[in-house]
């Protein structure tokens, strides 16, 4: 799955100025987070159109990147995320950031790792 | 057709003892000279000095120093030392902040500056049979007429095209067989990006095989930058319109620093600040007295030029000092916590990281209870969403930085675009926001 990753300074009125681009290209959101990092934030999206979307952030000159993440599907029941996450930990992996919605009736896990 | 290496080789290779005897000789008389100017006059008198002071080169200490504001302040005549009748020529600057400045020659002067031009165009390769393209602005710009008088002297065919209407420079340059062109960097550039637009390859449809560029700080990248486009070496050229212009200082084919000619200039680096001489090989402020001039003369001339003097001898032959590539102006220089900083050395550092982009910006606070504070902030050009490698990028630019300025900022690494100025003004990039006692 492809997630927008946007490097944001951090102060006021940088992610709405994210939101209305996205908003004006009719862009879908399905999910998103922000990470507030030492200086500055960086804000993950998940939408229906994330090339579009990519294009027209980075035509606005905003600092952008299209990442390739991973994504586990999980049944909308408690202790799935553990089950699916037991495997990877068992080989070692480092998790560098982790979150999860709802879509359609599914969990979704997102995850990257170092 | 063989000829020698230097134009003047007695003057150029000269040991370096008689070369100070030869200084102090012309200091002297330069010292009498000056004296006959209304500000020097005055300078003297105030200082309670007279010529006879000067007995040694160590006496220059005891001369005043000249800035850009006394020639201001003595607009139009007051530092020359003969009468106008005697001159032949003035070059004079734009004078956007105030009085212009003025600088008169007699013949002789013009004579040796032509002399001092030639030298420095026959020590890149410039012979008579070469075809030379002056594509610097003529009239009270020193470029256009310095380079003309001193391509002239060498023998060569000059093209006196003047900057501008670019199709036609690459027409002369083509037809003529121009084989050295003069231009400041930035039409360089634009020279060679018309002659792409035109399918024109100056290495193959061209006789070029020197290129003179000067006027116009510029860093070793831009120059090779030149060099790679048309194929054949860039020499770095620093003139000084108060000293003449153009001929003050070359370079040599060794391409490390500038030769500067010391049977015309006695040359000293000095703090900007405490106006002591710098110690050997550090940073400072050029500061040139004239003592190859009639009709004026100038003594310990600030150039608010920011370099040093390059150690060692030149492989070249020629014995006169180097200056290093400029680092900035003097005006520049940041005080913080009693350690001169000047913005090119944090400019430096910061092109070394590919990651980031070339805006920039240096602020300057006062924090309590830790007193002055600096923090830089760059602009990162590519995001890979991934935090660590910012946090890693941020941790070696400051350690770098650290190293090269010996005070540990705050570094900030921004979005594209949050420091971005305007196009046509220049960036700002030192805002200074302390409180001042």
């Known amino acids: 799955m492809k997630q927008l990753s946007i490097f944001l300074e951090d102060k006021s009125g940088t992610i709405f100025r994210v939101l209305n681009l996205l908003k004006g290209g009719g862009i879908q959101i399905i999910a998103s987070t922000v990470a507030d990092t030492m200086d500055n934030a960086i804000y993950r999206i998940i939408c229906d159109n994330p090339d579009k979307a990519y294009l027209i952030l980075s035509d606005a000159g905003m600092t952008v990147n299209l990442t390739e993440v991973n994504v586990i599907e999980l049944d909308d029941e408690p202790g799935r995320a553990a089950e699916a996450l037991a495997p990877l930990t068992e080989k070692g992996v480092n998790i560098a950031y982790l979150y999860s919605f709802l879509l359609n009736g599914k969990g979704v896990l997102v995850y990257k790792v170092r | ?437």
């Not at chain 2, 660590?388 to 990028?393: D, H, R, Y």
């Not at chain 2, 350690?399 to 705050?410: A, F, V, Y």
Request: hydrophobic share 35%; with cysteine; aromatic share 8%.
């Open chain 2, 1 to 437: 057709m063989s000829y020698s290496n230097y134009f003047n080789p007695e003057l150029e290779t000269m040991p370096r003892e008689q070369l100070r005897e030869l200084q102090l000789e012309r200091l002297q008389k330069t010292v009498r000279q000056c004296v006959k100017a209304p500000f020097y006059e005055q300078k003297f008198k105030e200082m309670g000095i007279s010529p006879e002071d000067i007995k040694s080169l160590d006496d220059l200490q005891k001369l005043p120093f000249t800035t850009k504001d006394d020639l201001r302040e003595f607009y139009p005549w007051g530092l020359t030392a003969v009468p106008l009748k005697e001159c032949v020529r003035l070059h004079s600057s734009s004078g956007t902040t105030g009085n212009p400045t003025v600088v008169t020659h007699t013949q002789k002067d013009l004579d040796e500056w032509a002399n001092a031009v030639a030298r420095c165009l026959w020590m890149v390769g410039c012979r008579p049979e070469d075809v030379f393209q002056n594509s610097a602005g003529y009239g009270m710009f020193t470029a256009g007429l310095g380079f003309q008088y001193g391509a002239e002297r060498v023998g060569m065919l000059t093209v006196p095209a003047a900057a501008g209407n670019t199709l036609r420079q690459i027409k002369f340059i083509k037809d003529f067989g121009t084989t050295v062109v003069h231009a400041i960097p930035s039409y360089a550039s634009r020279i060679y990006e018309v002659m792409r637009e035109q399918g024109i390859d100056p290495r193959k449809d061209t006789r070029l095989r020197v290129l003179c560029i000067g006027a116009e700080p510029h860093s070793e990248e831009q120059r090779q930058r030149i060099e790679e486009n048309f194929g054949v070496k860039a020499y770095n050229s620093y003139g000084i319109s108060e000293m003449m212009g153009p001929g003050v200082a070359f370079e040599c084919p060794e391409q490390n620093g500038n030769h500067i000619w010391e049977d015309y200039f006695i040359v000293e680096i000095i703090d900007p600040v405490t106006l002591q001489p710098s110690k050997p090989g550090e940073f400072g402020e050029l500061v040139i007295t004239t003592i190859n001039r009639e009709a004026m003369p100038l003594l310990r001339y600030r150039t608010r030029d920011l370099t040093r003097l390059l150690p060692g001898e030149c492989p070249c032959g020629r014995t006169h000092a180097r200056i290093d590539r400029l680092r900035g102006r003097s005006d520049d220089m940041i005080i913080l916590k009693g350690v001169n900083i000047f913005p090119i050395q944090i400019e430096k550092i910061l092109m070394n990281f590919k990651e980031l982009s070339t805006d920039y910006l240096i602020t300057l606070e006062t924090i309590e209870p830790q007193g002055d504070f600096m923090t830089v902030e760059v602009e990162v050009k590519e995001f890979n969403d991934d935090y660590q490698q910012i946090q890693g990028l941020t941790r070696e630019i400051t350690r770098q930085l650290k190293d090269e300025i010996l005070i540990t900022p705050k570094v900030k690494l921004v979005p594209k675009g949050t420091l971005a100025v305007s196009d046509e003004k220049k960036a700002v990039r030192v805002k200074d926001l302390r409180k001042l006692f």
